[in-house]
Nanobody, 125 residues
Framework: QVQLVESGGGLVQAGGSLRLSCAAS????????MGWFRQAPGKEREFVAA????????YYSDSVKGRFTISRDDAKNTVNLQMNSLKPEDTAIYYC??????????????????WGQGTQVTVSS
């Protein structure tokens, strides 16, 4: 099992930027797909972005496409999420996740088995 710890959340005004980082330990993430998900109060956890284990493919939800960028650095065992042009509707707890299985689409939250504790992102209007 891999342990994941997120950092970089905070309070930012609409239009601003934040960079989230996810540090992994216990196992290398090089053999895992990595993703970012978020959960707002009263809502289900939703897919935000993911990067394949090869690093060659990235995926984004329609709501963040063009504003967020996911990247991985396997040498440092980290995954980052650069968030630009933030909107109040981006406010949520953001979670880093990892998966070994490739049996379902990478956007499927249920296939990710390792999760961080989350980091709060609040965007004020």
């Amino acid at each position: 099992q891999v342990q994941l710890v997120e950092s970089g959340g905070g309070l930012v005004q609409a239009g601003g930027s934040l960079r989230l980082s996810c540090a992994a330990s216990g196992r290398t993430v090089s053999s895992r797909d990595m993703g970012w998900f978020r959960q707002a109060p009263g809502k289900e956890r939703e897919f935000v972005a993911a990067v394949s284990r090869s690093g060659l493919a990235t995926y984004y939800s329609d709501s963040v496409k063009g504003r967020f960028t996911i990247s991985r650095d396997d040498a440092k065992n980290t995954v980052n999420l650069q968030m630009n042009s933030l909107k109040p509707e981006d406010t949520a707890i953001y979670y880093c996740a990892a998966r070994l299985s490739q049996s379902s689409p990478i956007t499927n939250v249920r296939t990710f088995t390792s999760w961080g504790q989350g980091t709060q992102v609040t965007v004020s209007s």
